[in-house]
Structure formats: C-alpha cells, structure tokens
C-alpha cells in the first residue's frame, strides 16, 4: 500500500517533529496514544461510522476520545482533529507505524515480534532478549505473541529479518532434506 504510506508520511513526520521540538514530551508516552488512536481507528464499526456522510468531525473526535482509555493529551487532540478533518482515519494505522520507525531510529532501536509455542513470562522474556540483542546489534523493543502451530521453540521478526529457531521450522527443514 504505497499510496497510504504516502499519505501518512507527511504526518508522522510532522508529529515527531512536534513531539521532539516540545519540552518536556515524552516520545513513550506519545507512541503509546499513537498506537491506541491507530487500534481504534482500524475498528471496523468506527470506520464506517466516520464514513457515513451523516457523521460530523466533532461526532467522530467524541468517539474517539470516549473510546480511548485514558485522557488524550492536547497534543493528541490536536493531531486526531487534524486526521479527522481532512478524511485521513484510513491512514492513522500507517501513520503511527512510520512514527515508531521514527522514533525506533532516533533510539538506535528496532521493534522486535516474538512468536512463541508458549507463554513466555518476565524472566524468559528478558534472557531471550538479552540474546536477540546481542544478535541483531541492536536495542529491540520486544512484543510476544503466542503461536501454538509452532510447537516448540520461537520465531522472531525484526524488520524484514526473521530468525526461526522452532520446532516446526526444523520439521520442515528435515522434510525437504528427506524429500530432496
């Protein structure tokens, strides 16, 4: 989808410049309404809400900031009326992905998806942590996300690279050795 991360290019450009020029805002704080005002904009029912043509702006910024768990910042409001008012909800979800890469470079920092067979708690969390670090040089923001089809093991995406130590993936590997 080139055509929306163009769209939202000129905005997540725009809040991280507001964000890092602002004294005293916290760039975590910001990704964190960021990323909520992305969750409830990708709403299916909220979507077609704010496209029916009986919907004013001031209905879909209440419903937003009803729908948001905590109080929106000024900075918040101002960014979703933005959004709202010039018929970009469709790229809000873009827009916060292009903002954390932002922030990610300006942290020396990557976002990393760690997919597990099993839960995995603080502890393990943060020795497997410790290792993708020292693998992939970098800091990486860690998510977990539990996957049973992988039946042991884990699967970690970092940007377009991925490292797949699980079980399923040294299954399939044997198969085509087998096979071959």
């Known amino acids: ?46 979507r077609q809400l704010a496209d029916s043509p009986k919907a004013t702006a001031d209905q879909v910024f209440d419903v937003f900031t ?8 000024e900075m918040a409001k101002n960014f979703l009326r933005t959004v709202i008012d010039n018929g970009r909800l469709s790229a809000l979800p873009e827009v916060a992905e292009q903002f954390r890469a932002l922030v990610n470079r300006r942290n020396g920092s990557s976002d990393a998806v760690v997919y597990s067979a099993f839960p995995m708690d603080g502890a393990a969390l ?18 977990v996300q539990q996957d049973e089809s992988l039946i042991g093991g884990i699967r970690v995406v970092v940007g377009d690279e991925v490292l797949d130590t699980s079980v399923k993936a040294r299954l399939e590997q044997m198969k085509a050795v087998l096979t071959a």
């Open 1 to 46: 989808m080139a055509e929306l991360a163009t769209i939202a290019r000129p905005y997540a450009d725009a809040l991280f410049k507001a964000a890092t020029a602002g004294a005293g805002v916290d760039l975590g704080n910001t990704v964190a309404w960021v990323d909520e005002l992305a969750a409830i904009a990708a709403n299916p029912q909220l």
């Open 66 to 73: 009803g729908v948001a768990r905590s109080a929106l910042p």
């Open 126 to 143: 943060a020795d497997v942590g410790a290792a993708l670090e020292k693998r992939f040089g970098r800091k990486l923001n860690l998510t």
